[in-house]
């Protein structure tokens, strides 16, 4: 079965860090692509990184590019989201997501989310 | 980017009713386009992808149709468990960009 987990989410004040994890396994996690999705509170989704199946590729949302990167260890089926300069529309449930019985397309595996506060 | 325009924003209705969805895309996205059904507090669930297909174990009263930029989610006999909030996600190109959101009520 796939399983995505979610961890890492807290409380962070603004300007501060934080490092969310998204733990894989079900599937031959070295050959899929990854995404973080973000949702605000009683707002709609949106995207925010995605990256290769080797790491290679990597896009980031205009709303996050150079305070947040992606990456990922197939070696421990892990995928990761470092998060800098944190402000308070950071604000949200953070999901990892992919394309895995699809292959290729929308996607169709979310973890359950970790939620991020930014606040003083 | 691609936007997502998607209409109505809320939609109440009762058991047993039709209901239909838009999302306009703001380019040519051929048919890669999903829908989704989110519930409080749970992650979004896929219900159709490639416009018109149905993921495994969706029921057969959701329908998707369009290809281009006009896509449509059909529900035709709402169910109570039906009763959510519902998204469309386009996969044509990164950025990906989702709808607004269709908050499904019961009248």
């Known amino acids: 079965e796939v399983q995505l987990v979610d961890s890492g989410g807290g409380l962070v004040q603004p300007g501060g860090s934080l490092r969310l994890s998204c733990a894989a396994s079900g599937f031959t996690f070295s050959s899929y692509e990854m995404n973080w999705v973000r949702q605000t509170p009683g707002k709609g989704l949106e995207w925010i990184s995605f990256?290769?199946?080797?790491?290679?590729?990597?896009y980031y949302a205009d709303s996050v590019k150079g305070r947040f990167t992606i990456s990922r260890d197939n070696g421990k089926n892990s995928l990761s989201l470092q998060m800098n300069s944190l402000r308070a529309e950071d604000t949200a449930v953070y999901y990892c997501?992919?394309?895995?019985?699809?292959?290729?397309?929308?996607?169709?595996?979310w973890g359950q989310g970790t939620l991020v506060t930014v606040s003083s | 980017a691609i936007q997502m325009t998607q209409s109505p924003s809320s939609l109440s209705a009762s058991v047993g009713d039709r209901v239909t969805i838009t999302c306009r895309a703001s380019?040519?996205?051929?048919?890669?386009l999903g829908w989704y059904q989110q519930k409080p507090g749970k992650a979004p669930k896929l219900l159709i992808y490639?416009?018109?297909s149905r993921q495994s174990g969706v029921p057969s009263r959701f329908s998707g149709s369009g290809s281009g930029t006009d896509f449509t989610l059909t529900i035709s006999s709402l169910q109570p468990e039906d009763f959510a909030t519902y998204y469309c996600?386009?996969?044509?190109?990164?950025?990906?960009?989702f709808g607004q959101g269709t908050k499904l009520e019961i009248k």
């Open positions: 380019q040519v996205i051929r048919n890669d």
């Open positions: 997501a992919s394309a895995i019985t699809l292959v290729a397309g929308p996607f169709d595996s």
């Open positions: 990256i290769s199946s080797s790491g290679k590729t990597i």
């Open positions: 490639a416009a018109s």
């Open positions: 996600l386009q996969d044509y190109d990164y950025p990906r960009t």
